[in-house]
């Protein structure tokens, strides 16, 4: 099982970026797959997450409205739509995949594969 994070930069305040996961090895649909990002002396927190029982999404207070998590099968490939950047989304974004089939696990503990990280940075 691999992930593979891409898709980040530096973006002003205000701009958008999309972030790609691609995976192999297995078939994300099905699966609960979540982004997280962990800022400089914080904890790694979950920002988006799409169910594998329903494909339900469900997004933290922080990034709702502004974010947007999504799935392309034929792609294998799991995205974060990110738009009305702020400075505080500045962090180190990783995908995620849960080993339950809902999104009820907020925490690192309950997803079992992580791709490598892909720096955001929001900034003028």
């Known amino acids: 099982v691999q992930l593979q994070a891409s898709g980040g930069g530096l973006v002003q305040p205000g701009g958008s970026l999309r972030l790609s996961c691609a995976a192999s090895g297995f078939t994300l649909l099905g699966y609960t797959i979540a982004w997280f990002r962990q800022a400089p002396g914080k904890e790694r927190e979950r920002v988006s997450c799409?169910?594998?029982?329903?494909?339900?999404?469900y997004d933290a207070e922080s990034v709702k409205g502004r974010f947007a998590i999504s799935t392309d099968g034929t792609k294998n490939t799991v995205y974060l739509e990110m738009n009305s950047l702020k400075p505080e989304d500045t962090a180190v974004y990783y995908c995620?995949?849960?080993?339950?089939?809902?999104?009820?696990?907020?925490?690192?503990?309950?997803?079992?594969?992580w791709g490598q990280g892909t720096q955001v940075t929001v900034s003028s």
């Open positions: 799409i169910s594998g029982s329903d494909r339900k999404t």
């Open positions: 995620a995949v849960g080993v339950m089939d809902s999104c009820s696990g907020y925490g690192p503990t309950w997803y079992e594969y």
